[in-house]
């Protein structure tokens, strides 16, 4: 936040490349500890223990959609032309909404005004 003072939301959106649905997935290294990167930036965010933070779509739907390599009902990739093969199957969750605002705001958000655009 600018500053301790400041009562304004922020918003902070975008491609953070950091899977939100790394849990769903076998780990890539079975006999090494998984640290969940969606986790880390969680915890790097919210570290301020007296600002409010949401992830948005989370907190509303209670899981990450996938937004890059979305995978069909048949197995095939949902999107071929902008994805190289080997990524296009991926089924991974990059994009997030996330809200943070300091605990003293008067500001408030609900997180049912947001909705994804299947």
Known sequence: MKTQDS???VLVLGDMNVDGREKLKDPVFPTVECQDDYDHMISIFSGN???N?????????????TTFGK???NGEPEETVLSHIDEASKDLSLDY???MNLESS??????????IEP
């Open 7 to 9: 009562k304004d939301l």
């Open 49 to 51: 223990s007296s600002c």
């Open 53 to 65: 933070f949401k992830d948005l779509i989370r907190s509303k739907y209670g899981f990450s959609p």
């Open 71 to 73: 995978v069909l009902p």
């Open 97 to 99: 909404i996330f809200a």
């Open 106 to 115: 008067a500001f408030d958000y609900s997180v049912s005004d947001t909705y």
